[in-house]
């Protein structure tokens, strides 16, 4: 499936939360799922899904479990994780449980995930995505990914302080890529794919350069003036495009 220290930490993962009496599942998705994952550099995106909600106690413990691995392992600081009742899989909206960025949190499995994970999710325990997760139409995905570009990507620019970090950049322009193939094709890409539909739209090839660098090479270190380069080249780019990404998957 991947490298070895990956599959170690998986098992590591399973073998920690299999005490959990009501665990039924755990799939992979994102990067490791899609076949575009490098070790160190993408997150572990994983679901679990349970047969009942945890107990404040089990939520603590939980926290522990996820502390104790990124401390023995630390690869395990990109592991991430939403535990999901298996009676609360039906909204997409819903949140539930997650591990994330060293803490837990309330967040949903949005539509995009949830065609990752019946297109491709690996199943690391238990029962396959499609005995248990409801599908996601095509209109549903259409909805979700326009919506998602207009509320939050659209004004995002409004805050140009945050571009000064590599997340936002690779993040920004990966998503819009993404995006655009999806709603004009139906089809999930990975983001090695993304990079090259980033030229096609007109991205600035220094910028997107610079992201292939960072996920597959061997970056040199970013100087201010660069970073600050990058954040203009960038948000004179993105606006425009999600605008005309948008106005063509209207027409």
């Given at each position: 499936m991947t490298d070895e220290p990956t599959v170690q930490l998986l098992d590591r993962f399973l073998d920690a939360v299999r005490?959990?009496?009501s665990l039924i599942s755990v799939w992979a998705h994102?990067?490791?799922?899609?076949?575009?994952y490098q070790p160190g550099r993408s997150d572990l995106d994983l679901i679990a899904v349970l047969e009942r909600p945890c107990s404040s106690e089990e939520e603590e413990w939980l926290g522990e479990v996820h502390e104790r691995l990124a401390k023995a392992v630390p690869l395990a600081s990109k592991l991430h994780c939403s535990y999901l009742v298996v009676s609360e899989l039906d909204d997409p909206a819903h949140p539930h449980l997650t591990w994330a960025?060293?803490?837990l949190m309330l967040r949903p499995v949005t539509p995009v995930t949830r065609r990752e994970l019946h297109e491709f999710g690996i199943v690391l325990h238990g029962r396959p995505p499609a005995a248990l997760l409801p599908p996601v139409t095509d209109r549903?995905?259409?909805?979700?990914?326009?919506?998602?570009?207009?509320?939050?990507?659209?004004?995002?620019p409004d805050h140009p302080e945050l571009w000064l970090r590599d997340v936002w950049v690779d993040l920004g322009l990966l998503t819009l890529a993404r995006a655009g193939v999806t709603l004009r094709t139906g089809k999930l890409i990975t983001k090695a794919e993304a990079l090259d539909?980033?030229?096609?739209l007109g991205?600035?090839?220094?910028?997107?350069?610079?992201?292939r660098q960072r996920r597959y090479g061997d970056p040199a270190p970013a100087s201010a003036q660069w970073l600050a380069r990058r954040a203009e080249l960038t948000l004179a780019f993105l606006s425009p495009a999600i605008d005309r990404i948008l106005a063509s998957h209207r027409a």
């Open positions: 005490p959990m009496g994102g990067s490791l799922a899609g076949g575009d960025h060293e803490e549903e995905l259409a909805d979700f990914i326009t919506e998602d570009l207009k509320s939050f990507w659209r004004s995002a539909v980033l030229i096609e991205a600035p090839a220094e910028v997107v350069d610079d992201i």
